[in-house]
Structures are given as C-alpha cells and as structure tokens.
T-cell receptor
Framework: TQLLEQSPQFLSIQEGENLTVYCNSS?????LQWYRQEPGEGPVLLVT?????EVKKLKRLTFQFGDARKDSSLHITAAQPGDTGLYLC?????????FGAGTTVTVRA | GAGVSQSPSNKVTEKGKDVELRCDPI?????LYWYRQSLGQGLEFLIY????????KSGLPSDRFSAERTGGSVSTLTIQRTQQEDSAVYLC?????????????FGPGTRLTVT
C-alpha cells in the first residue's frame, strides 16, 4: 500500500499543452519533494515545499503544497519533449522519504 | 565533482544465492540511504545511516537483508538467499546531513534480477 497516491499513472500529451500531476496522502509530512527520474538513472530533486499553502515556481513548473500539508500538485505549462520522464512525489517524516508510485509523462513533438 | 556511484550496475543471480551491492556516497556526506524500486512501484525506503549513529533499519523487508557502512563512507547492502521477489532496482542516496533542507543525491542504481 502506497502512503502517497499519485495520479494519473500515465500521461501522454502534445508539445505545448499543459499538464497537472497530483499527489495525495492521509498523512501529514514535514516537507514534500518532487523528483524527476529518467531511465537508467536515479531520481533528481526538482523542488522541496515545506509550508502549507506554499507555491513554488521553477520556470514552466509550478508546485503547490496543500494547506494541511497532506497533498501536492505539479503543473507544467507549455510542455516540451524534454519534460518527458517519471515524476515522483515524496513525503518526508522521521528523516525518511515515502514515495508515490510515480507518473510517467510523455510529451510528443 | 563525483556523484554517488553504485556497483555493479546490473546483477543476475540464481535464487538462493547471496549478493552484495555497493554504494560510494559523495565525499563528506554523513547521511546515506538505501531504497528499492520495483516495477510500477515508487521507491521503498530500506535503511539509512547517519554519521556514527545506529542505523534506522525499519524498512528492511526481512532478516535476509542487511547493510553496513564502513568508516562513515562506503556502504554495502547484502541480500542472503535471494528470492525472485527481490528482483528490483536498488538505489543509494547520500546527503550532507539528515532532515528537511538537505537534498538527497541518488546514484544510478543496481538492477538485480533473481532467476
């Protein structure tokens, strides 16, 4: 059983479209992190959100942490083929990370 | 600078054999973590080490799994009497310290296949 539920599991869109990935949990976390993983590599940290209601922007990526610090979303504007990859959310508690199963995003040129 | 390295990159073993997976963390990082990533699943925490403190082994799935970290640097994850359900990618990460605000840097992983 995943502590963090991500949706959708798969997402295939055309270049230039927008997309949103959701990460939900019944648990409260000290912080929530988003990672991107490419085949054959380890995950790479994109952002850490700490405060309930926090919104962080990283170029075309917008991350939001829910007010109750249980859920988060990742929004990509005008997606590009280079955004293709596996996106993982992870909640931190007791110095450990609990990961969602991931969302595989494919952006078609 | 050098990132986290893991060896071997791929390992195929027969059911019942023991395997050792190695992780070289980033120099100076006191925290080291092991995770397991199975197909279609997220990363599953296994164990972490922080400095000279006792490791947190709460994620190890059975007593067939053990890990050591020698001299506060290199770590070895050992799986005894491997089973087919142990097949997965084993990822190691290191961090300057524990806690919020310290990024975990992941290695490329070791893909373990148990036949």
């Amino acid at each position: 059983t995943q502590l963090l539920e991500q949706s959708p599991q798969f997402l295939s869109i055309q270049e230039g479209e927008n997309l949103t990935v959701y990460c939900n949990s019944s648990s409260v976390f000290s912080s929530l992190q988003w990672y991107r993983q490419e085949p054959g590599e380890g995950p790479v940290l994109l952002v850490t959100v700490v405060t309930g209601g926090e919104v962080k922007k990283l170029k075309r990526l917008t991350f939001q942490f829910g007010d109750a610090r249980k859920d988060s979303s990742l929004h990509i504007t005008a997606a590009q083929p280079g955004d293709t990859g596996l996106y993982l959310c992870a909640g931190e508690g007791d110095y450990k990370l609990s990961f969602g199963a991931g969302t595989t995003v494919t952006v078609r040129a | 600078g050098a990132g986290v390295s893991q060896s071997p990159s791929n390992k195929v073993t027969e059911k019942g054999k023991d395997v050792e997976l190695r992780c070289d963390p980033i120099s100076g990082h006191t925290a080291l973590y092991w995770y397991r990533q199975s197909l279609g699943q997220g990363l599953e925490f296994l164990i972490y080490f922080q400095g000279n403190s006792a490791p947190d082994k709460s994620g190890l799935p059975s007593d067939r799994f053990s890990a050591e970290r020698t001299g506060g640097s290199v770590s070895t994850l050992t799986i005894q009497r491997t089973q087919q359900e142990d097949s997965a990618v084993y990822l190691c990460a290191s961090s300057p310290s524990l806690g919020t605000g310290y990024e975990q840097y992941f290695g490329p992983g070791t893909r373990l296949t148990v036949t």
